[in-house]
């Protein structure tokens, strides 16, 4: 039960109709209405007015949960949320020793689980350290990469040393285009082996540039390498925040990319997640 929950139940057991709600608090019963068959989504004002009105208040709670097997490896390690990904799983971060992604897709996780073993037979990738479904929820604890991800300061202030690490980067993906991948990549078709989701927050280097390998490979497989390619350079350009070095990076790599294809290839997920944002937005004026 979530909190607008709790204030319904509070003001039904308390014989408040929303009209006498609305009154108590100035806001319109209409409004109150909507935010109560979750048609529009509450600004934390509009809550606190609500509790005001029923003298309430917020206690707060860890609602953070996972599996008892699981708890015994990680219960004495700090945590922390992870905010990259487009995956809109849930991941977790505990002391840099184990990283906990928390998914309703089991399908999908169950496969990543499949993928990083798989790939951890050519490449270092993350291992997994136990997995469980429960819950109608996957749970998927790997080991943590210690390294450096692409998306720090030094690598984006400097776009040369950033471009001589991507080249290390695809050779090493092209190495396993005839490494018999027994998965397939989504959203593209091909022969070749993708990551899937191959931007900057997904590759992790030494401290000498070298590659260590890869994070988030749930959508790896066998496919098209200009979707891992078109993905590169958006992530590239994105965390830039310039096109400046674009060219220099196709030269580098000695890669082309057909426009078509990139747009194919980014402009529908980009599209999607933006008008998920704008929708958040404008349920806030609702």
Not at 25 to 44: D, F
Not at 62 to 75: A, R
Not at 151 to 180: F, H, M, T, W
Request: with cysteine; charged share 30%.
């Amino acid at each position: 039960m979530d909190l607008v929950d709790q204030i319904i139940q509070v003001r039904k057991e308390r014989g408040i109709s929303q009209q006498q709600l609305a009154d108590m608090t100035g806001i319109l019963q209409p409004v109150i209405a909507r935010v109560e068959s979750k048609k529009s989504r509450p600004t934390i004002d509009f809550v606190q007015k609500l509790l005001d009105a029923l003298d309430l208040t917020i206690s707060l709670k860890d609602s953070f949960y996972c599996p008892k097997e699981i708890n015994k490896i990680i219960k004495d390690l700090k945590r922390r949320r992870n905010s990259f990904g487009r995956s809109g799983d849930k991941t977790y971060i505990f002391d840099k020793k184990y990283v906990l992604k928390i998914s309703d897709n089991i399908g999908r996780l169950r496969e990543e689980k499949d993928k990083n073993n798989w790939l951890n037979k050519y490449l270092l990738s993350t291992k997994t350290v136990k997995y469980i479904e429960e819950n109608g929820k996957g749970y998927l604890l790997r080991n943590y990469i210690n390294g450096h991800t692409l998306v720090e300061k030094q690598y984006l202030e400097d776009p040369c040393r950033l471009i001589s690490i991507l080249k290390g980067v695809v050779n090493a993906l092209r190495k396993l285009d005839d490494c018999a991948c027994p998965f397939k990549s989504e959203e593209n078709n091909g022969s070749d082996f993708v990551h899937g989701d191959l931007c900057l927050p997904n590759i992790v280097v030494d401290d000498n540039d070298k590659l260590i390998g890869f994070i988030d490979v749930s959508n790896a497989g066998k496919g098209d390498k200009e979707y891992d390619y078109s993905w590169l350079l958006w992530s590239f350009e994105y965390n830039l925040k310039t096109n400046e070095y674009n060219n220099l990076l196709l030269e580098e790599l000695g890669i082309t990319i057909n426009p078509q294809k990139f747009l194919s290839y980014t402009i529908p997920t980009l599209f999607e997640t933006r008008s998920k944002k704008e929708e958040q937005n404008r349920n806030k004026f609702r």
